[in-house]
């Protein structure tokens, strides 16, 4: 039987994850930046620790996140569960936008007093823009049929009522 350090296991799966892992302590000052992060943010490791997380956060959001970010060290709270998927903006190194989803995980200490918070984020950029992309093709579609309609009322009519086929 192969012999399982699950230290060595937990560290090797978080540090070869393409995905970025982050964890700030409860000031705010990243102590934990994998692989991924430096891929997705473009700050390597040594550049990342001990910087805060202001790195990664657009500037007109800092305030609403560092607000959200002392309740939570202070109370233990989160309006966020753990199965939350969250999505927001963030910023990298060279000033570009991306767009990540990520879950946190708190971590407490043995009297259940906050000492910070992990992330896993992924980059979901091309995702968003192509989610985009197909909204304005369907408001674009939307527009062109009201145009071309212009007293039909939509909300009021039922597909296939003038054949019978629409159950009454």
């Given at each position: 039987?192969?012999?399982?350090e699950i230290e060595?296991?937990?560290?090797?799966?978080?540090?070869?994850?393409?995905?970025?892992?982050?964890?700030?302590?409860?000031?705010?000052?990243?102590?934990?930046?994998?692989?991924?992060?430096?891929?997705?943010?473009?700050?390597?490791?040594?550049?990342?620790?001990?910087?805060?997380?202001?790195?990664?956060?657009?500037?007109?959001?800092?305030?609403?996140?560092?607000?959200?970010?002392?309740?939570?060290?202070?109370?233990?709270?989160?309006?966020?569960?753990?199965?939350?998927?969250?999505?927001?903006?963030?910023?990298?190194?060279?000033?570009?936008?991306?767009?990540?989803?990520?879950?946190?995980?708190?971590?407490?200490?043995?009297?259940?007093?906050?000492?910070?918070?992990?992330?896993?984020?992924?980059?979901?950029?091309?995702?968003?823009?192509?989610?985009?992309?197909?909204?304005?093709?369907?408001?674009?579609y939307v527009a062109?049929?009201?145009?071309?309609?212009?007293?039909?009322?939509?909300?009021?009519?039922?597909?296939?009522?003038?054949?019978?086929?629409?159950?009454?």
């Amino acid at each position: 039987m192969v012999e399982f350090e699950i230290e060595q296991f937990a560290t090797a799966l978080v540090e070869s994850m393409p995905d970025a892992v982050i964890f700030a302590d409860r000031n705010g000052t990243i102590v934990w930046w994998n692989h991924g992060a430096t891929v997705m943010f473009g700050y390597s490791r040594e550049a990342a620790l001990g910087r805060t997380l202001d790195i990664i956060i657009p500037e007109n959001l800092r305030a609403r996140h560092w607000e959200g970010y002392h309740h939570t060290m202070e109370t233990g709270e989160s309006r966020y569960g753990a199965q939350d998927l969250l999505a927001v903006p963030a910023i990298r190194q060279d000033g570009s936008r991306l767009s990540v989803e990520f879950t946190i995980v708190p971590f407490k200490d043995s009297s259940g007093r906050m000492m910070g918070i992990a992330a896993v984020m992924r980059d979901v950029t091309r995702q968003f823009a192509e989610a985009r992309s197909l909204r304005k093709k369907l408001a674009q579609y939307v527009a062109a049929e009201k145009a071309a309609a212009p007293n039909l009322d939509s909300s009021s009519v039922n597909p296939g009522e003038e054949d019978g086929l629409w159950p009454r």
